[in-house]
C-alpha cells in the first residue's frame, strides 16, 4: 500500500521555519560550550591571557581566611613542586605577611587579586583603579617585588578593566582549567576537573579557607599531571616561553 503526504506551500514554509530555529538553537549552545571560558579583550587593545602554548601552570587564588594556604604551600614543597602562581588580595596579604614571605622566599609567582573581594566588571574605572591601587601600596609596603600579573577579584571583568589594568603595567591572567574546588564537590570530582589539562593550561584553584578540598586534591593533581608529562611552571615562564592566547569580544 503506497501513501502520499501532501504539503502545502504554508506547511513547508512553517516546518523550514522549525528547522531553522533548531540549527540556530544547536549553533549557539555549542558556541557557548566553546567560549565559556573565553575572557574579555578589546580589538587590537589590551588583553587577557588564559592559555599559553606549552608546559602547565597551576594558579591559586586567596582572597581570604587563616587555614588554607600553608596547607598547600607544604604540599607544594613535599611534591617537589618549584613552580605555580598565586594571586593574592593585598588586604589577605596585609594580614599574612608571614604567608606572603613564605610564598615568595619558596620561589612562587605572585599576582594581585585586587584588594578586596569586587566585581570588577560593575565598578567605575575611578573605583577599580583605587583598588589597583590599594592592593599596590600593600605589596610595596611587604617588599614584595616585581608583580607583572593581575587577576580580577570575583573573576568577572571587562574591556575597562584590562585598560586600566594595562596602564599600570599589568598583564592580565584569567584561566583555562577551572577546578572548581571552592565548591567542594569531593575530591575525586577535583581531580576529574583538572585532569583535562594539557600542554599550555593555567589552572584556577584556591587556597582561601572556602575551598576546603584542595589541600587533600593537590597530590593527586601533581601526580596525574606529572603522569601525562607536564611541565610545572609559573604564569610569567609560560607567557615567556611561547605564544598565549585570549578571546576577541566587541
Sequence with gaps: MNFFFILNGKTIKH???????A????????????????????????????KGEKDVAMSFNIGWGDEKAEPILDTLKKENVKAATFFLSGSWAERHPDIVDRIVKEGYEVGILGYSYQNYSELEDAKIRKDLLLAQEAFKKLN??????????????????????TQYG???VHWSIDSKDWTNPGVDEILKNVARAKNGD??????????????KALPEI???????????????????NGTTESTEIN
Design 144 to 165: 614584595v617585588k616585581g608583580i607583572e600579573l593581575v587577576r580580577a577579584p570575583t573573576g568577572h571583568f571587562d574591556q575597562r578593566s584590562l585598560k586600566i589594568a
Design 23 to 50: 540549527f540556530f538553537t544547536a549553533f549557539f549552545m555549542y558556541m557557548e560550550n566553546i567560549f565559556h571560558l573565553a575572557v574579555f579583550t578589546a580589538k587590537d587593545g589590551p588583553k587577557a591571557i588564559y
Design 222 to 240: 601533581i601526580n596525574e599531571l606529572r603522569g601525562k608529562g607536564l611541565k610545572f611552571v609559573s604564569i610569567s615562564e609560560m607567557i615567556a
Design 202 to 215: 593555567i589552572i584556577l584553584l584556591h587556597a582561601s579557607d572556602s575551598a576546603k578540598q584542595t589541600a
Design 15 to 21: 516546518l523550514v521555519l522549525i528547522m531553522v530555529a
Design 170 to 172: 599589568y598583564t592580565f
